[in-house]
Each structure stands twice: as C-alpha cells, then as structure tokens.
C-alpha cells in the first residue's frame, strides 16, 4: 500500500502562483508514473500533468505553459508549480501513483483561485 500526502493548497489571487507537493510512502517510487488530477464542483475529475519514471511530462492543454510538473526521487515527492493562475483553476487537486495496474491517490489538496 502506498500512501500519497499532498500539501500546498490555498487561496491564491488570479495570476498569482503556487507550488503543491506530494510525498509518497514508497521505496520504489521511481518507478512510478506520477500524476496530477483535479476536479472542480459539478465536474469529472479530469488529468492536469503527469510524469513518467524516464521523466516524460504531458499536459492538459488548459494548463500547458503554466503549469510545471516534476519528481525528486530521492525525496519520493513529485511538485506541481502552478503560475498564471485562473478562477477556472479553482478545484481540488488530487496526487496519483500509477505502476500498470495499481493506482493510489492522495486525499486531496484545495486550491482556491479568487480575488
């Protein structure tokens, strides 16, 4: 069992920045593909960025150029580095552990864009 703890949320004014962490309970990390999702009220939860264990990144276009996604295996914490931030981006943000099969998410971290 892995366990996910994400942090770094909060209410941030529009165009302003922040950086979510998420730590990971696992010694075998680096194998892991490593996500972001979100989902906002009323809406499906959709994907935001992922990262391979080669270090391959993809992005939902709503975010690309604005968001940075990336891993620090020997802290076993992937980052999520939010800029340019929208009241669009308002949801709750959720850290995926993915390896073939099995997944794992975190509980979840709310980020609150608003002026």
């Known amino acids: 069992q892995v366990q996910l703890v994400e942090s770094g949320g909060g209410l941030v004014q529009p165009g302003g920045s922040l950086r979510l962490s998420c730590a990971a309970s696992t010694t075998i990390f680096s194998i892991f593909t490593m996500g972001w999702y979100r989902q906002a009220p009323g809406k499906q939860r959709e994907l935001v960025a992922a990262?391979?264990?080669?270090?391959?990144?993809n992005y939902a276009d709503s975010v690309k150029g604005r968001f940075t996604i990336s891993r620090d295996n020997a802290k076993n914490t992937v980052y999520l580095q939010m800029s340019s931030l929208k009241p669009e981006d308002t949801a709750v943000y959720y850290c995926?552990?993915?390896?073939?099969?099995?997944?794992?998410w975190g509980q979840g971290t709310q980020v609150t864009v608003s002026s």
């Open positions: 995926n552990a993915r390896l073939v099969r099995t997944e794992y």
């Open positions: 990262i391979t264990s080669g270090g391959s990144t």
